[in-house]
């Protein structure tokens, strides 16, 4: 997902976005998860889908810190 994110290729993100958070099956690490929805955040802003960024956004702030990570702040700004 950070190589599609990087590339921009927005096609591919989109699809490996929607098939990581579809995977069931056990618990991921909330850093993992928190990286995950951070990045798909950045795909919905780039969309203009502003209602789905912004719950993707906090998702990924509750995610890192539950994780203890100060990349949280990072998700805050985007909130605000």
Sequence with gaps: IQLYSRLKDTKKLRAAYHRAMSVRGGIPHPRTLALI???????????????EASQAFF???????EAGDRSRLRCLKYLV
Excluded: T
């Excluded at 929805?37 to 209602?51: A, I, N, P, T, Y």
């Excluded at 998702?59 to 810190?65: E, G, H, R, V």
């Design 37 to 51: 929805q951070e990045l798909g955040g950045k795909m919905h802003m780039s969309q203009r889908s502003f209602d």
């Design 59 to 65: 998702q990924a702030f509750k995610s890192y810190d």
